[in-house]
């Protein structure tokens, strides 16, 4: 991922540095069982364990010579080993996914573990801005069109519970991920005890795959990054909701504005939603990264190397644009303007046909047929008003008149009131107030 989109904390997990202090965290591990196990030299142990990592410089020198990875970390920690005999002892038994999926599940849990800090946040921010707004009336709409009286409180409550429901979506995957296997060179343990995988497993806070070949099956990181793309998806929801909001014909809505920020090179006048519409590009991002990592399930054999090149792409920039797309969306509804005169204007901009359906039921209970007299009555008397702009009130009096029925005016005040539609959300303000 491009610096432009990478946070530091997230970045740092993704490094090569932090990958190659977590290799020698695990190839320590490993030496330290053995040793206690009797397998190896114990006098080896410390001299391992003091040397540092290599820097990334250092391996991929060798690394250009070598072609292999792990086999250029292995030399360039051997040069930083003293007395440098003792790196013989390192990767004893061992394969290279030993080292590359284990030291990978330990990356996937920091990086889901920095997520789910933030999506913990966000919940909250969208939890509190929905309570905040549970009296903003507003027009709902479908397909677009306006339908009935909402409040945007009870929008905003569909996103906190989306992204919370996404949260511990990837709260299950993180266990699908932290799972490892130091098991050699097909995974039968012909020159590793089992003991040392369970010891270092426990170490390491990570579940001993229930069977490898030479590598974990890819179906639990498949998990992982399918949770990634729902997560990103929910927040493209909100920004898709905040960039129907903002258009200049509804201007209910508006992205933060800081001060000396410019809208456009050519209008001064423009105030875009550039932080909604750089979140949709991002959820592109992460969503394209589910096939290829799926991919990697089906392998040769016990191993192929066909999964590699893609996860050095896909995981990291899932996670790392996931991230930084948590951050935006919490400064985005952070920092929300929410235009509550114009939500109440635009919702009495039709002249009253927001209330066309509780009119037909009205209708309907008064004794009407509802397919052949009530729905035809108000459907044309609406259609008048969309067409003329004379209220809707007036125009169903019109019709009304015209099929000779009275209509109850005083019934019809009661229903076509904005707030009567809203009364029972009551209980769903009191789970949202709940969710955490």
């Not at 299950?172 to 270092?200: F, H, K, L």
């Not at 209708?363 to 702009?389: F, I």
């Amino acid at each position: 991922m491009i610096e432009r989109y990478t946070l530091p904390e997230m970045g740092r997990v993704w490094s090569d540095a932090h990958k190659y202090e977590l290799w020698c965290k695990v190839e320590t591990l490993v030496v330290e069982a053995h040793a206690d196990a009797g397998t190896i030299p114990a006098e080896v142990v410390e001299p391992i364990r003091d040397a540092p990592p290599p820097t990334p410089e250092a391996v991929h020198e060798i690394e250009a010579v070598t072609q292999h990875d792990v086999i250029a970390f292995l030399s360039a920690w051997a040069d930083n080993t003293e007395p440098r005999e003792a790196a013989r002892y390192v990767h004893f038994g061992m394969t290279s996914s030993d080292l590359l999926d284990t030291a990978l599940a330990l990356q996937l849990v920091e990086a889901t573990d920095i997520l789910l800090d933030k999506a913990d946040r966000l919940v909250a921010t969208l939890r509190d801005h929905a309570l905040a707004h549970r009296d903003t009336l507003r027009v709902g709409r479908t397909h677009g069109i306006h339908g009935e009286p909402d409040v945007w409180g009870h929008r905003v409550a569909d996103f906190a519970f989306g992204v919370a429901r996404s949260r511990d979506r990837l709260r299950r995957a993180r266990e699908a991920v932290g799972v490892m296997a130091i098991s050699g060179a097909v995974g039968t343990y012909s020159n590793i005890d089992p003991a040392i995988e369970q010891r270092v497993a426990a170490e390491l806070g990570l579940r001993p795959a229930d069977v490898s070949t030479q590598v974990v099956l890819r179906d639990g990181i498949s998990e992982w990054v399918s949770a990634l793309a729902i997560m990103a998806t929910v927040l493209e929801a909100i920004a898709l909701e905040v960039r129907h909001g903002q258009r200049t014909e509804v201007r209910e809505l508006w992205e933060p504005f800081g001060k000396g920020q410019k809208g456009s090179s050519a209008m001064p006048h423009k105030k875009n939603p550039i932080i909604s519409e750089r979140l949709a590009g991002m959820a592109r991002i992460v969503r394209a990264q589910t096939v290829p990592v799926l991919e990697g399930i089906p392998l040769w054999h016990e191993r192929d190397i066909s999964h590699s090149s893609t996860e050095r792409i896909a995981l990291p920039d899932a996670s790392i644009a996931l991230d930084y797309m948590l951050s935006l969306t919490d400064r985005l509804m952070s920092g929300l303007v929410v235009d509550a005169a114009r939500m109440r204007e635009n919702l009495e901009s039709t002249g009253g046909l927001i209330y066309t359906s509780t009119v037909l039921l009205e209708l309907v209970e008064a004794g009407m047929s509802r397919d052949d007299e009530a729905y035809p009555l108000v459907q044309k008397a609406a259609m008048e008003t969309w067409e003329t702009g004379v209220p809707f009130r007036e125009t169903l009096r019109e019709h009304a008149a015209e099929a000779k029925l009275t209509l109850d005016e005083e019934r019809l005040d009661e229903v076509c009131r904005p707030e009567r539609f809203v009364e029972r959300l009551a209980p769903m303000f009191e789970r949202l107030a709940r969710l955490s």
